[in-house]
């Protein structure tokens, strides 16, 4: 079983930034692609970055510029740094993982990104 465990959310300003952590319980996690989504009220969860085991990136185009998504293989940790967020960037934000066959999500952290 593996669990993902979000944090970073919060209230921030339109301009500001946060940044999020997805942190696994297993040791392996270097091994996993990993992705970062987002889902706001009544839209479907889209994706928003991945970054791969040998730290390959991709993003939304929406983001581009100004999401960064980066590991830290010893923390089993991947990190999602959000500079000049915009309230459209308002969101649950999750991280994802695939172990074999199954997809393992974290619980989400809110962002909200105020005007």
């Known amino acids: 079983q593996v669990q993902l465990m979000e944090s970073g959310g919060g209230l921030v300003q339109a301009g500001g930034s946060l940044r999020l952590s997805c942190t696994a319980s297993i040791s392996s996690f270097r091994l996993n692609a990993v992705g970062w989504y987002r889902q706001g009220p009544g839209k479907q969860r889209d994706l928003v970055a991945s970054?791969?085991?040998?730290?390959?990136?991709n993003y939304a185009d929406s983001v581009k510029g100004r999401f960064t998504i980066s590991r830290d293989n010893p923390k089993n940790t991947v990190y999602l740094q959000m500079n000049n967020l915009r309230p459209g960037d308002t969101s649950v934000y999750y991280c994802?993982?695939?172990?074999?066959?199954?997809?393992?999500w974290g619980q989400g952290t809110q962002v909200t990104v105020s005007s």
């Open positions: 994802k993982t695939r172990v074999g066959y199954l997809d393992y």
């Open positions: 970054i791969t085991t040998d730290g390959t990136t």
